[in-house]
């Protein structure tokens, strides 16, 4: 697979970043090895005095990929698939990517009334050349025209022909955490990005917001469908980066994450890069700091593997880094894992068990998974190799179901640890569950309630339903009647969908069986039947959401790959974790999601003192989950 790429790039930004993005500086930290792009040379990193720019970008579109031959070869093959690997040659020299560039004498910079950006002109008369190169050319040129001094490129940086160096880059792969998270920005190649119409740099009329807005909208859709997006690696390397710079084939866009002020406007574009993805360690340290006075806690367990669980990789190896690299920042417990790795002896599915436990010590979010919407995601499990494929992982880690995103805060109400034995089975000590009697929400026909639930086909048709719930609610002749139970259980199969994506599966309508606890959605991973002792377990998940502003549709959340204003409002969205009982071995499985709604200030802020009182007639025991 190989790229194309134009030097006649346009802009799908609010404003003109070239002066912002020149004069941001990251850390101090500097890599062992960096290439001055001028001449392509390779430095010591200290060189870099300004800082430097790290590239992020799919192995695969960087040239063929072949196996490459092993010393011996009578065992190239094992049959330990915990230390499988692979070992590839990269054919990035190869001159297969094209470059496409326009005569600098018919090359001018003008400002167009109607695009409202800066761009290149060319001359009719004189046609684009197009020229073969290799990857480190094609790259080197991207780096020209971004004013790019310095670049971190792990084929130069790290790799070594020298099987003998195998020490030194397992120790550079132990230290991208802090390439990423020390450079000036990550710039991502993603050829799949590119112009559509030229009417999508048009201005909306809107009194408060100009932008390209469709030009934008139509790149993040063709970055989450990117090869780029699926990448375990690229996973790792967006989430360390504080801002990014996106290229495609002729257009790219600027983002940075919500803890940097835009210096440039206060116009700041909302999407899953700045809301979910980038920063994640400085959007965590936050949220933990917000949350020392009370007794929630958080990680980000469900940010990371909202993600992680369906991108793909060339080895096992390369899930297992992207992760440690990622939490090494957040969880303290992580740092000896990472620290502690040796090739020779590395024992993938030993150190996969070590990293949840980690994780499942720290952070219960890991329990915040339902199922998805299909229709708006697409499948599930569309790449290969991912880590499905890879191991067979405990209920509760969610391998089963799909994590939903947003800042996620976890009260309880024991303040033991939680821990993980021997057995990989989680151990949440003295808490509550409440017995429920899911079910089934039928998609297809009629439920129990006269509203039919289904599986819409886009966002703007779970916006137009949810705002028709709504509409409903609020021109009620009398404010203080409550609307039945079938209505609520439909606007809260709305409310899932549109602020998460999120499935409904099951429901609680039975006041009689189900207590204060209905009516209620659920997500459930499996089917169920009232033969299951199914229970809401007492971990009250506190999703915080950012909002954004959308030109036609008002406030919506941000999960979606749309674009919009940044506001400083933030609901809190609520879940309990949802549990089975085994009755042979009298242990609980996860799966899935009791949807409470949302909740003021002051119930969150007191969220054990809640449970308290909702768990009220539930006896304290300790849950194993396997």
Known sequence: MYITYSSDQKAADFVDTTSYRQAIRGGTFRPTWLIRTRDWKKVPGNEAQNGYCTLSYCLEQSGGLIPKATKSTTNTTTN???????????????????????????????????????????NNKDKPTITHVSFERLVQQICNDFQIDYLWYDKICIDSNDDDDEKIKLEQIKNMHRIYTHTNYTVALVPEIKIHHSKDFVRRRNKKITWCIKARSKALVDLRHSSWFKS????????????????????????????????????????????????????????????????????????????????????????????????????????????????????????????????????????????????????????????????????????????????????????????????MDLHIPFNKAHRIYPVPYNHNSNNSSKYKGHLFNSQRNIIQKYSKCLNKINNQKDPTKCVGDDFLIQKYHFELLVHFGCVTTHFLKDTQKNHHFAPAVLSLTEDVSDKDECFALSVFLDNQSCLTESVNSGVIDSSFPVVGIATNITKHICFYPVIKKNATTGKYKAIGIYYIGQLNEEQVSNSRKFLANLFEEDKVETFILE
């Open 80 to 122: 330990n698939s915990n230390n499988a690997s692979m070992n590839i040659c990269n054919y990035s020299g190869l001159e297969k990517h094209e470059l496409i560039q326009i005569p600098k004498k018919e090359q001018r910079q003008h400002r167009s009334k109607c695009l409202r950006f800066f761009s290149t002109f060319n």
């Open 232 to 423: 375990s690696w690229s996973l790792a390397e967006v989430m360390m980066s504080q801002s990014i710079l996106v290229v495609g084939q002729d257009l790219h866009f600027w983002q940075q994450s919500q803890q940097i002020i835009n210096e440039v406007t206060n116009i700041i574009p909302a999407d899953m890069l700045y809301g979910f993805l980038l920063n994640f360690p400085a959007r965590l340290h936050r949220l933990q700091q917000q949350q020392q006075s009370t007794a929630a806690s958080s990680s980000g367990a469900n940010q990371v593997f909202h993600q992680a669980y369906f991108r793909s990789s060339s080895c096992p190896h390369d899930s297992l880094f992207a992760l440690l690299n990622i939490f090494y920042p957040v969880i303290q417990n992580v740092q000896p894992i990472l620290a502690n790795i040796n090739y020779t002896t590395l024992n993938l599915h030993h150190v996969f068990q070590d990293l949840y436990r980690a994780i499942a010590a720290r952070d219960l979010s890991i329990l915040f998974f339902g199922v998805h919407n299909p229709k708006i995601y697409g499948p599930i499990q569309g790449c290969s190799n991912t880590m499905h494929d890879y191991y067979t992982f405990p209920s509760w880690t969610g391998i089963s179901g799909w994590h939903l995103a947003g800042n996620v805060v976890t009260t309880t109400l024991s303040e033991t640890t939680n821990f993980v034995d021997a057995n």
